[in-house]
Each structure stands twice: as C-alpha cells, then as structure tokens.
C-alpha cells in the first residue's frame, strides 16, 4: 500500500482565447463520466483514463491514482483547478504529456505527502497557491501554561494551519504562546523544549518549489 499524495493543479492559459483549456475542461469531464474498459482500482476519476482519453499508454506513463474531484470552470477567469491523490508523488509526468496536445496551457501545483516529506509548490508567481508553511499541532499533553486562543479560553492541541511567508507563521505562534520568535528555527526549538518526551506531534513544514 502506498503513501499517497495529494495535489492541487491549476490548468491555466494567458491567451486571450481560452478555447483550449474548455477542451481540455470538457475532455476531462467525459473522462469522469464515462466507466473504463480497464479494470482498476481508482474509477470513477482513474488517471489512467485520462491516459487512454490521450492516446498514450496507461502502463508507460504514472497513473496510479484518481481525480478527487474538479471544480467548475469558468472561463472568464481561464483557469481550470483539480485534486488529485496519487502514489508517492504527484505524478506530474501525466499531465506533462498531456498538455503536449493543446495549445498554451500551462499548470503549477501544491503536493503534500507528509510520509516522504514532499512539500512542494511551484506556484513562485501566487497566482493560485499561497500556502509556504504548515503547521500542525496535536496530540493529548496539557495545554502549557501561558498558551490562550484569546484572553479567556486556553488554545487546543488541534491546529493545522497554512501560512504565506514566515513572518505570518511566527506571528500566528506569538499570539497563542505569549513568546516573540525571530526565527523559524527558533519557533522550532521551543516547540521542542515545551513537547520533550510528551506524546503531542508538533510539524512546522516548510513548502518548497521542486
């Protein structure tokens, strides 16, 4: 049994005329909505129908995965938005190829895998994906003293939050903690010397662009 690996792709072209990714959208749906006539694990949104849908080898090209879901297109905006859960990584070879038949369109995306440690967006531009750090806190250790959501209830040990840039990250942490952080590292370092030993899960991830 693999890990698997969720990914956002965002489908976008800067052409005035966005005919391309509607065939692209509309390709992808009936893909969705019609069964395989390959037996599989994944239906209804195996990637391995996309494969075929192409004209390309299901068992040469990665497609051990499925299309979670795709949000509604609007062309006006000319981008068209996916998840994807997929073995190991985000198998981005598929997509590569495909795109090899249309015109002008483009894609970045944001993949976690926490087992193998990917963390990875290639938004550099912010065009749809923000998110450069992730928090997660929980666990059943007390609650340490000093820490509050607000100025009467103490914060729960259930957090998982993504940020923009450090700075957001660290100042997030401030308000709860009561302690002024520099550095990410030094947010770290605390987080270690308050959990030594206890049973709470404290993960600062940090994206990166490959």
Wanted: aromatic fraction near 16%.
């Amino acid at each position: 049994m693999p890990n698997w690996c969720s990914t956002g792709y965002a489908f976008y072209t800067k052409a005035e005329d966005k005919s391309e990714l509607s065939r692209f959208y509309k390709n992808l749906m009936e893909i969705l909505q019609t069964p395989s006539e390959v037996e599989n694990g994944f239906e209804p949104g195996w990637l391995g129908k996309v494969a075929i849908k192409h004209g390309l080898d299901y068992e040469s090209v990665p497609c051990r995965g499925w299309i979670e879901h795709i949000d509604e297109y609007e062309p006006e905006h000319g981008v068209v938005t996916l998840r994807t859960d997929t073995a190991w990584g985000p198998l981005t070879e598929l997509w590569e190829a495909v795109l090899t038949q249309y015109d002008g369109i483009c894609f970045v995306y944001i993949a976690e895998e926490p087992g193998l440690g990917v963390f990875v967006n290639t938004d550099t531009e912010g065009l749809y994906f923000n998110e450069w750090y992730l928090l997660e806190i929980f666990g059943d250790a007390e609650v340490p003293e000093g820490w509050y959501a607000d100025e009467e209830s103490p914060v729960a040990l259930d957090i998982r939050e993504y940020f923009e840039y450090d700075g957001e990250l660290l100042e997030y942490c401030e308000k709860f903690t009561g302690k002024k952080f520099s550095t990410v590292g030094e947010l770290r370092a605390y987080f270690a010397s308050i959990f030594d030993g206890s049973d709470t899960i404290v993960n600062i991830h940090e994206f990166t662009t490959a």
